[in-house]
């Protein structure tokens, strides 16, 4: 088991949450945005009122893991109009980037939604990684214990959804090894994305 300590972010520590990000899920839009806007984009979802984080640190103070989920994915899929505008200003130039025009191009690309199962889903588990140096050792099993904690303190009594590229061997993995169940893939801008329902644990 590690030793590590969880705590909730402090405003200091979201450059360094933005950079573990940025190289765990490298294929995240997020992702080749900038730092700038990686800590404007994670900070915003993770303080939202109705949205919680948990960092994992180290004896010397090292990141080594992060966890944001909501009970509210529809904040998340809607930021207001004033974020929307901090969101441009932070990725600057980069919105002309090779990456940002093939997501923008490959919106047509998207699954429709019917009339599912989820649409009555609101709670999710938005971003989760581990520093690679800390991987294979529980660090992600005891930060979704804790994301479980506040989603069962808030008295959420369904199942929350998780989303990951269906190329990410070892998050699929994991999402089965905790006993998420699978729900499908969808596209969604271009990308093959897997679906899973979590229910949270009742101890
Ligand atoms: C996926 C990830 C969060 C797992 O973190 P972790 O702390 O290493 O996971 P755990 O140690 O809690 O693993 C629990 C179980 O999941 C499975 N698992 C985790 N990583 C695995 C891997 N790379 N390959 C195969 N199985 C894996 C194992 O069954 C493991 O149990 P075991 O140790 O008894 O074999 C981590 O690899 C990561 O940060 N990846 C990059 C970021 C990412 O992809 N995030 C998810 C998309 S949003």
Request: proline share 5%; charged share 20%; aromatic share 10%.
């Amino acid at each position: 088991m590690n030793q590590c300590i969880l705590r909730s972010p402090k405003p200091e520590d979201w450059p360094e949450i933005a950079e573990l990000f940025a190289n765990s899920i490298p294929n995240a839009l997020a992702s080749s945005l900038g730092r700038r806007f990686g800590v404007c984009y994670y900070r915003h979802i993770a303080e939202d009122p109705e949205a919680t984080s948990i960092a994992a640190f180290d004896k010397a103070g090292t990141l080594a893991g992060i966890v944001i989920g909501t009970l509210n994915r529809q904040r998340v899929l809607r930021p207001p109009f004033i974020l929307k505008l901090r969101l441009l200003a932070a990725a600057h130039f980069r919105l002309f980037s090779p990456a940002f025009l093939r997501w923008l191009a490959d919106s047509r690309h998207t699954t429709k939604r019917q009339d599912s199962e989820n649409t009555q889903l609101h709670a999710e588990l938005l971003m989760i990684a581990i520093a690679p140096g800390f991987r294979g050792q529980r660090l992600a099993s005891r930060l979704i214990d804790e994301l479980e904690r506040f989603f069962r303190n808030k008295g959420l009594n369904k199942p929350y959804i998780i989303h990951t590229e269906k190329s990410n061997h070892a998050a699929n993995i994991f999402y089965e090894q905790i006993g998420a169940r699978f729900a499908g893939t969808n596209l969604y801008h271009n990308k093959q994305i897997n679906e899973w329902y979590k229910t949270v644990a009742q101890t």
